[in-house]
């Protein structure tokens, strides 16, 4: 079945510690989003990327970096930087490009929190 | 800064009846409006787009879009305890980005 796949489920991060967040898409969509939701917020953007190999900060980019290096790809590290990690964050695609005329489509999300 | 505005309720309806959920939004220039159903612990799930003033129908749902006065709806008829979640309305900007609300949390009981 066709989808985004967003791995692991649940996720803990010691203090001071990188950790990563897959998201893997097997659509064709050419472009892929990050969000991070809090209790009682929006979901709000953090990166996203329209082709491989470039990518956009969103509005709340800080403490966070991602790659694209294959289109099917678009993992997210949450660095030491991020003070206050502790959300849901969910993995976006839409097929053409980042026209926002277009139905974004979500994976299961990954919730992190703070050992 | 460019907002989109929604009640977080609790809206409470009782079972079969129509639940009426509201979003304004601050962007005169968006063009693109969206429903997602997200239920506790899971992700958001379109439910609907609509892009023209007017309705559009699917189902039990009728999105319902005023660009006058920048206000987007969401009917749900017959309304079922499986449809007890948190909606929530996306807007897109002019930077090509969507704007989410913070979702209105449906209560429909038996």
């Known amino acids: 079945d066709g989808g985004i796949t967003q791995s692991p489920k649940y996720l803990f991060r010691k203090e001071g510690q990188n950790v990563t967040l897959s998201c893997e898409q097997n659509l064709n969509h050419d472009a892929m989003y990050w969000y991070r939701q809090d209790p009682g917020q929006g979901l709000r953007l953090i990166y996203y990327?329209?082709?491989?190999?470039?990518?956009q900060k969103g509005d709340i980019a800080e403490g966070y970096s991602v790659s694209r290096e294959k289109k099917e790809s678009f993992p997210l590290t949450v660095t030491s930087a991020q003070k206050n990690p502790t959300a849901f964050y969910l993995c976006?695609?839409?097929?053409?490009?980042?026209?926002?005329?277009?139905?974004?489509?979500f994976g299961d999300g990954t919730r992190l929190s703070i050992l | 800064q460019k907002e989109v505005e929604q009640n977080s309720g609790p809206l409470s309806v009782p079972e079969g009846a129509i639940a009426s959920l509201n979003c304004t939004y601050s962007?005169?220039?968006?063009?693109?409006f969206f429903w997602y159903r997200q239920y506790s612990g899971k992700s958001p799930e379109l439910i609907m787009f609509i892009y023209s003033n007017g309705d559009k129908e699917d189902g039990r749902f009728t999105a319902q879009l005023n660009k006058a006065s920048q206000y987007v709806s969401l009917l749900i008829r017959d309304s079922q305890p499986s449809d007890s979640a948190t909606y929530l309305c996306?807007?897109?900007?002019?930077?090509?980005?969507?704007?989410f609300g913070t979702g209105t949390r449906l209560q429909v009981f038996p």
């Open positions: 962007d005169r220039g968006s063009q693109s």
């Open positions: 996306a807007v897109n900007t002019d930077t090509d980005k969507l704007i």
């Open positions: 990327s329209q082709i491989v190999n470039d990518f």
């Open positions: 976006a695609s839409t097929e053409f490009g980042t026209d926002s005329n277009q139905p974004q489509h």
